[in-house]
């Protein structure tokens, strides 16, 4: 009998292969085979100037690590995610929040929010790049020369130049936090906030004690897709500032693309990748290890 019944499951089941093979062959194509291959390219010491190139193991991973630059690039790295992410969620709640409460024309409001997401990134940093230009072309210079102060070279600072840029992607970041959370937002009973006034609590309390526990699953959805997003963004800094002053600016993202399409040395810009995508796991582990100690996510 058990065998009849496990027969007609796969007769069933059988049908749907069909349906996810064409999905399953492309998640493989584009994220399985480019992994293996970053790390067999890893292994070797493969340049693109050169032909050929043999096996020399992990040279390229004790390389890395003995690498001069490897903390300040870690430290950029750390710097743009972290103010990205900042920025992005705390003014993209705020701008959800203020959202939630507009009735009229929701859908339009909507989406003009989301057309800065929607932007090719490369347009986003030009346009940050023209308006925080040195001269008197800029936008931002020529207000500050007609409110009487001198004008700025924002590209020359590292520290103005690595704020340019964190508010370059904290644009497009804000938008796709506040359309996120305004989603979750809507999702919350409204008797819920009837009940608080009834009881006395204050607009603060209730975002602490009603919104923010009830949207907390979205919220750590927004936080890591944008801590992977940001970390792995090339985009804005090559449009912006190219790394520079110096490699004040580079990130780890923004170093495989120079080690392999500027220096030739593909093995070592995958080894970086491999680096990379070591901490994106990190963080997938991070966002599954937080869901479930909150008691919002169960993994049979």
Known sequence: MKQQIMRKIRILIKPYYLFIAPAIIYILLVTLYPVVYGFLLSLTNIKYN???GSFIGIANYIQLIKWDLLPVVLVNSFIFTVGVVGISVILGL???LALNRIQTARTAI???LMSPWVLPTVLVGLIFRMMFDSSKMGIINSI???LGFKQIRWFASPMLAMMVIILSFSWKGVAFASVFLLAALQTVDEELYEQGKIDGTSPWQSLRYITLP????QLTIVLIL???GTLNEVDIIMSVTSGGPGRATETLAMTIYREAFTFYNASFGAAISMFLLLLNLLLT????FILRQRGQ???D
Do not use: D, E, Q, S
């Open 285 to 288: 582990v991070f966002y599954f």
């Open 144 to 146: 500050i020369l007609l």
């Open 94 to 96: 705020c701008v959800a």
């Open 214 to 217: 009830l949207i907390r699953p």
């Open 226 to 228: 944008l801590t992977v």
């Open 297 to 299: 996510l169960t993994i």
């Open 110 to 112: 909507r989406t003009l």
């Open 50 to 52: 050169r032909k050929g």
